[in-house]
């Protein structure tokens, strides 16, 4: 398979699997992105993962054009004019394509027709849902494919708890539509006349006021008034959108890295291609339809870090849901778990909650709707990454055993007997007596 696709989230390590890729293979490589941090930690990784091969990176970007690295690591929208792409080599034995769902793009297919020859052509990507063109004509196939949730159980990403922000002065179907999603500048100015900034505001400082904390909002003008609520009271904020130029980009984000900034509202220049694991706490001041959006954002807030036991996720929606993303349609869940319960606990009641309807059905009795009674015990001693929970139903006593399996510990059956009566033998069963 010369097009396969890799899927893991974000956070989850992409950048060193596909770096370790690269010098396991050895040999030309080539990597695709089209942001500038991007570019960056490709670099920083491949060298990471192959200290040999750190010389020998160079860049295609701007007035760069280093086409006989034996490493590349090039831009697309560079690429994407034909005097660059002319002087590109045809062939690399391992080419790369991060943010691979963007690889539809007519972009994009014009970089991998000149590249038909290489061998390996592999994307990455933590949200595999087509943005643009028609994916399934250049990719054949997911080789390898991990969720959030599957993650978080490894311990490659934290566990997320989440709040819900309900804005009643704001009606989301009074908001225009563009593309699928909400017309970000009707958007912005619908959250300002619904005193966004001081409902967020309210929520960081009584659920999230010692995480550093990232917030993502529609405009550049409620990002810049949402920064000058938080200042007001006395927390240091500060503002990030597209034209904040790349020194002054820089300064805000090594302050938040440091802690002397502990919020940064931004204007979709976090959503892809940055890295700050130590942030605690993610704002979706943005209220969005898009899953590949939604989970992107989420991301940013799910790298684990030393003392880092969980990413609080802050959903900030109107008075009507209109099918939006949120922390619990991000991982499949019913209803938004209680702001002390993890998504991981949350995910296993709910998969317990399923097992117990399926079971009654299957026993023909009616559903039982009341709630399931449980207990924590350390099934591994203390050594595992978090308790399990036994979850009690009927006679039964159960525990997720994870990938859809359920362990269940039923009673004994009754004892049985044989009686010899007139020579002929019969069973029976010893039922207690009241």
Sequence with gaps: MRRPLLVIPTGAGKTIIFASLIARRGDSALVLAHRDELLRQAADKITQADPTLGLGVGFVQAARDDVAAPVV????????????????????????????????????????????????????????????????????????????????????????????????????????????????????????????????????????????????????????????????????????????????????????????????????????????????????????????KYAQIAGQGLRTFPGKRDCLIIDVVGVTDLDLQTMPSLFGLREQPAPQVTVSDALEQQHAEDIAEQAAGAAGKPTQTGALRSRQVSVLGGRGRRRLHWLRHDRFWMLSAGNGTIVALAPPPPPTATARTGGRSCNWTATPTS
Aim: glycine share 8%.
């Design 73 to 292: 690591v090039a831009s697309v929208q560079t690429l994407a004019r034909a005097t660059r792409l002319f002087r590109l080599p045809t062939r690399f034995d391992t080419v790369i394509v991060d943010e691979a769902h963007h690889a539809g793009a007519r972009s994009y297919r014009r970089i991998l027709e000149h590249l038909d020859s290489s061998p390996l052509i592999l994307g990455v990507t933590a949200t595999p849902q087509r943005t643009r063109g028609n994916l399934g004509e250049v990719w054949q196939e997911i080789v390898y494919q991990r969720g959030i949730a599957e993650m978080i159980a490894a311990g490659y990403l934290v566990d997320v708890r989440g709040i819900r922000v309900g804005l009643e002065a704001i009606d989301l179907e009074a908001v225009a539509q563009k593309g699928g999603d909400f017309d970000a500048d009707q958007l912005g100015d619908a959250l300002e006349q619904a005193s966004a900034p001081a409902h967020v505001l309210a929520a960081y400082l009584k659920h999230a006021s010692d995480r550093k904390t990232v917030v993502f909002v529609p405009t550049i003008a409620l990002a810049h008034r949402m920064a000058d609520t938080f200042r007001r009271a006395g927390v240091a904020a500060e503002a990030l959108d597209g034209s904040t130029g790349p020194q002054l980009r820089l300064g805000i984000l090594a302050r938040l890295r440091a802690g002397e900034t502990r919020v940064v509202l931004n204007v979709g220049v976090l959503v892809e291609g940055w890295d700050e694991p130590s942030v605690e706490c993610i704002v979706v001041a943005t209220p969005t339809r898009s899953q590949v």
